[in-house]
C-alpha cells in the first residue's frame, strides 16, 4: 500500500512525479474547499511534501492527525511551525548543502550586480541610449570593500570564498562566535557599520523578522548597499523602500521579498536596487539535487529508516 501525502503547493515538476509514482498523493494546493479537502483524507494522510509558502502549522498538523512527517523542498522552513510539529512528535525535514554553491553564486552575482549597476547598464543599451546619451555613468568596485554577512553558516561561508575572489573582505555576525579566519561582530547594527555591502543570509521566521530596520540601514549609510538572498522578513521591507527612495543608502539586491511572488510596484521603477524573482536554487542541477533529497527523507521513513536531513 502506497502511503498517502499531501503537497501544499505547485513544486519542482519531477519530484513531484517521483513522488507521484510512489505515494497516493493529494494535491492542497487545488483544492477549493480546503477544510473539506483535508476532513475527507484526515485519517489516512501520513506525511506533507511541503512546496512554497503555504504555512505548514499547529492548525493544518491537527487537521491532519495521523502525519509522521513532513518533508520540505528547500532549506528554510519558515513556513514550518517547528514547535507545532515538535509537540506533536512530526518529524520535519529539508534539504541543506545541496544548494548551498548555488544560492552563493546568485549571492555574488546580487552583490556585483548591485554595485556595477550591470542589469541597469543593459536596460540603458537596449534602450538605445548608449548613442544618444553616451557612456553609463560610473559604477562602485568590488574589489577593497567589506562584505558583512548576517548569518555565516555554509551558505555564508560559500559567499565568503566567493566575494574574497573579487577582492572583497569578510566580516560577519551571528548568534554565536565561529571559529572562522574573519572579523566577528557581536551585533547587525555594528556589522552593518564596518560594512560596505550587508549581505543577509539568516534564516527567516519570528526570530529574524524585521531585524535589518532603519537602525541598521542607518548604520550602513549613504555609501553602503544592502543585498538579501534569504528570506524578505528579515528586512523592513517599507523601510528599505523608503531609505531607498530617499538615497539614504546606495542600493539594495534582493532575491527575496516578503509577500512573494508579489513585490511592491515602488521596486521597479528605482535605479538603486537590483531585483530577482527569488532564483538563489533555480538551476536544474540543484532543483533536482533538492528534490532528490526531499524524495529521500520521504523513502526513509516510510520504509521505517531515519531520515537523512531531520530539522526536528
Ligand atoms: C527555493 C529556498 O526557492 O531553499 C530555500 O529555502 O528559498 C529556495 O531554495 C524554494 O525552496 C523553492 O520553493
Given at each position: ?20 509514482a510512489e505515494f497516493t498523493v493529494h ?48 532549506v528554510g522552513v519558515d513556513q514550518i ?232
Amino acid at each position: 500500500m502506497k502511503p498517502d501525502i499531501i503537497f501544499t503547493g505547485k513544486g519542482h515538476a519531477a519530484t513531484q512525479a517521483t513522488l507521484e509514482a510512489e505515494f497516493t498523493v493529494h494535491k492542497l494546493f487545488e483544492a477549493a474547499d480546503k477544510a473539506a479537502f483535508l476532513k475527507e483524507r484526515s485519517q489516512k494522510v501520513r506525511g506533507i511534501a511541503s512546496f512554497g509558502h503555504l504555512p505548514v502549522d499547529g492548525k493544518l498538523m491537527d487537521q491532519l492527525p495521523k502525519v509522521e512527517v513532513i518533508c520540505n523542498f528547500g532549506v528554510g522552513v519558515d513556513q514550518i511551525n517547528l514547535d507545532d510539529a515538535k509537540a506533536r512528535k512530526i518529524i520535519v525535514t529539508n534539504t541543506p548543502d545541496v544548494l548551498n554553491e548555488c544560492v552563493a553564486d546568485t549571492a555574488l552575482a546580487l552583490v556585483m550586480n548591485t554595485l556595477r549597476k550591470l542589469p541597469q547598464c543593459e536596460a540603458y543599451l537596449r534602450a538605445g541610449k548608449w548613442a544618444s546619451g553616451g557612456p553609463y555613468p560610473l559604477a562602485t568596485s568590488l574589489g577593497g570593500k567589506t562584505l558583512g554577512i548576517l548569518g555565516l553558516g555554509r551558505i555564508g561561508e560559500a559567499i565568503a570564498k566567493r566575494a574574497m575572489a573579487c577582492g572583497m573582505k569578510i566580516r560577519y555576525h551571528n548568534r554565536n562566535k565561529k571559529d572562522v579566519p574573519y572579523p566577528y561582530d557581536p551585533d547587525v547594527v555594528t556589522l552593518a557599520k564596518n560594512s560596505n555591502v550587508l549581505m543577509v543570509v539568516t534564516p527567516g521566521g519570528a526570530e529574524t523578522r524585521g531585524l535589518v530596520g532603519a537602525k541598521v540601514l542607518d548604520a550602513l549609510g549613504p555609501k553602503g548597499y544592502v543585498c538579501n538572498i534569504a528570506r524578505g522578513s528579515v528586512i523592513d521591507e517599507p523601510v528599505l523602500l523608503r531609505y531607498l527612495q530617499e538615497n539614504r543608502i546606495a542600493g539594495a539586491g534582493l532575491d527575496v521579498f516578503v509577500d512573494e511572488p508579489r513585490v511592491p510596484p515602488e521596486f521597479f521603477t528605482l535605479e538603486n536596487c537590483v531585483l530577482f524573482p527569488h532564483v538563489g536554487s533555480a538551476t536544474v542541477e540543484t532543483r533536482k539535487a533538492m528534490g532528490d533529497l526531499q524524495i529521500a527523507n520521504l523513502r526513509a521513513h516510510f520504509s521505517g529508516k531515519p531520515v537523512l536531513t531531520r530539522v526536528v
